[in-house]
């Protein structure tokens, strides 16, 4: 299956880098949709939690009910949305499962949370 | 409780209800803020009429809070508008007015009053059931989702002073709703457990509640008001 693996970039405190962000996470999204391209968004744990502040937060968590939305749109038609958040010592491994879930194609409108950071905390 | 309370998006639905409800239970003085030139609210409710998108509007509120004179104890993070799309459709525009509105107004006005709130003060953002994803609306359930992130990251940097959450209503009946094609409309309820939509009173309930020592020991929440519909 194609696709492709988005990795969501730090921003800061302010407003117009967040935005900045997730129209980035926008565009590649409709790209992707329109050419029926299955896409896994990469975020970290911590932000997921509001750990890095809230613009990180923002981006993160915002990124993950998006990738909810395109999930059922993407049913559909035969594509799929993951995400994945990664501790930061797993960083490399979440490659892996980001390549994983695109080759797949049998999970969508997942999170795969990558290390054991999130044991115990709430669920996203 | 005895205070200032702002409340967004209050000259309808979810956040006139919000509003009324707060100025029908206390001392209190509540701010009501909205772009809505008629802004016809209780006479207990000071209508403040302000584009919260502009840079001028947090400031505008801020002085609003100033001259009430009394300590701000409470914030709703209310306004919100739906441009709904599939993604493969969805316009440059569409997206950012959604995110503008109801993701970068509220953190933009937060970061303004956050300095204000007194010991023991309240956030809530009103985000929806949507942020856990609804076809159609790549662009709301963004938002949505990045209020529940900003809940959480405000609820660990203003702790212990200030208490963050948010409420996640399912199908409210109000405008916005009625907006949806009745078939639609008549779908979504079917899928809901309670077999109803809900009402602005259950959400300013809900709102109350957490804006009160009633709940003084819940931050970085997110409630979710939607009959069940999450389950089913």
Redesign the interface.
């Known amino acids: 299956m194609s696709g492709l693996v988005h990795w969501v970039e730090d921003v800061g ?1 302010d ?1 117009a880098a ?2 900045a962000e ?2 980035r996470a ?1 565009n590649v ?2 790209s992707s ?2 050419g029926d391209d299955s896409i896994v968004y990469v975020i970290r744990q911590d ?8 613009g ?18 993407g049913a559909r038609k035969g594509w799929t949305a993951n995400v994945v958040a990664f501790d930061e010592a797993e960083r490399s491994a979440a490659e892996g499962w980001a390549h994983r879930l695109l080759d797949d194609g049998s999970v969508n ?1 997942e999170l795969i949370r990558v290390g054991s950071g999130h044991i115990g905390k ?1 669920l996203a | 409780m005895n205070g200032t309370i702002v409340v967004t998006g209050a000259a309808r639905g979810i956040g006139r209800a919000i509003a009324e409800k707060m100025a029908s239970t206390g001392p209190l003085t509540v701010i009501g803020v909205d772009i809505a030139p008629e802004l016809a609210l209780s006479e207990s409710i000071i209508p403040v009429q302000v584009d919260l998108t502009s840079i001028e509007g947090p400031g505008l509120i801020r002085k609003a809070v100033d001259a009430s004179g009394s300590p701000l104890v409470g914030l709703v993070n209310n306004a919100g508008i739906t441009r709904d799309a ?3 459709n ?1 316009t440059d525009e569409d ?2 007015a959604v ?2 509105i109801n ?2 107004a509220a ?2 006005l937060t ?1 303004e009053l956050a300095p204000l709130m007194s010991d023991g003060g309240s956030i809530v953002n009103i985000a929806s059931r ?10 709301y ?17 203003l702790a212990p002073h200030v208490r963050v959450n948010a409420v996640a209503p399912g199908l409210i009946s109000s405008e916005m709703s009625m907006a949806i094609p009745e078939d639609i409309r008549e779908k979504m309820v079917d899928s809901i457990p309670l077999d109803r939509m809900g009402t602005p009173d259950e959400i300013a309930n809900t709102v109350w509640w957490l804006l009160t020592p009633l709940s003084s020991y819940i931050t ?2 997110v409630i979710v008001v939607g009959g069940g519909r999450s389950l089913s």
Do not use: H, P
């Open positions: 405190e407003w967040v935005l997730l129209t926008f999204s409709r949709a329109q932000d997921l939690l509001g750990r890095r502040g809230a990180n937060a923002m981006v993160a968590c915002g990124l993950l009910s998006a990738a909810r939305t395109a999930a059922l749109e409108g709430t | 599939r993604l493969i969805l997206f950012a995110l503008e993701l970068g953190y933009r970061m949507a942020y856990l994803g609804n076809f159609g609306q790549f662009n359930s963004m938002s949505k989702g990045g209020v529940v992130g900003m809940t959480r990251a405000m609820a660990l940097s970085g929440e």
